[in-house]
């Protein structure tokens, strides 16, 4: 079982920068892989980024090159660095987990994910 806490979001104006960060407890973070996703108000939650056992990334396209994606395992936190804002990221993030074996495979889908954590709100302003 992990437990993940999501923090750093609030408001900013466009084209503004944010850090969330996503906190875990529970269990070793080396032998899972973490993702990020985002549910707009009236939207299905969507894929943001995620991050590999072994480190390896995958972004959205809306995303690819402003946002960036890290992990610190001796920490037990995954970050997802936002920079250059819009109105269109204005969402609630979610961190996810899901245990995997394979170093280097990639998850980019709600359904592969086992643990959530409860979200935390970004808002852009234009």
């Known amino acids: 079982q992990v437990h993940l806490v999501e923090s750093g979001g609030g408001l900013v104006q466009a084209g503004g920068s944010l850090r969330l960060s996503c906190a875990a407890s529970?269990?070793?973070?080396?032998?899972?892989?973490m993702g990020w996703f985002r549910q707009a108000p009236g939207k299905e939650r969507e894929f943001v980024a995620t991050i590999s056992r072994g480190g390896g990334t995958n972004y959205a396209d809306s995303v690819k090159g402003r946002f960036t994606i890290s992990r610190n395992n001796a920490e037990m936190t995954v970050y997802l660095q936002m920079t250059t804002l819009k109105s269109e990221d204005t969402a609630v993030y979610y961190c996810a987990a899901t245990y995997t074996a394979k170093s280097s495979k990639i998850y980019a889908t709600t359904a592969e994910y086992d643990y959530w954590g409860q979200g935390t709100q970004v808002t852009v302003s234009s």
């Open positions: 529970g269990r070793t973070l080396n032998n899972y892989a």
